[in-house]
């Protein structure tokens, strides 16, 4: 089944020009039928391209919810892409799209993701 999870979160990546750099995210996250906490971590690819950066990555996620049939907890994997957007010297906007995979004692479920929010970027020299 399919499930829709709406986030709260902070994210952490690590801006390393056309290498693999670090990735977090902590999430309250609430859904269909469960409300909890998410963590994601992993690694992202970081491709600056002329206005704007993509980062391109994947990792593990744990999710502790309480609620519904998904009470309890589920680990599952992400796959997804961001493009950061600077607005001003050291601050952007960051657009994700992710697709994640929770396996639980079932079949598990499937996630979409879709973020907006704004960011911190480093200062150019």
């Known amino acids: 089944p399919n499930t829709?999870?709406?986030l709260v979160a902070f994210r952490f990546s690590t801006l390393r020009q056309r290498r693999l750099g670090f990735d977090f995210e902590a999430a309250f996250a609430t859904g269909d039928d469960l409300d909890g906490i998410d963590l994601t971590v992993g690694a992202a690819y970081h491709l600056p391209l002329a206005g704007v950066s993509l980062l391109l990555g994947g990792g593990v996620n744990a999710v502790?919810?309480?609620?519904?049939?998904?009470?309890?907890?589920?680990?599952?994997?992400?796959?997804?892409?961001?493009?950061?957007?600077?607005?001003t010297a050291g601050a952007g906007l960051r657009f994700d799209l992710a697709y994640r995979r929770y396996f639980t004692g079932g079949d598990g479920f499937n996630a979409g993701m879709i973020g907006v929010g704004f960011t911190s970027l480093p200062r150019r020299r």
């Open 4 to 6: 829709e999870l709406t």
């Open 64 to 87: 502790a919810a309480g609620g519904g049939d998904n009470a309890g907890g589920a680990l599952g994997g992400q796959l997804g892409g961001t493009v950061l957007l600077p607005v």
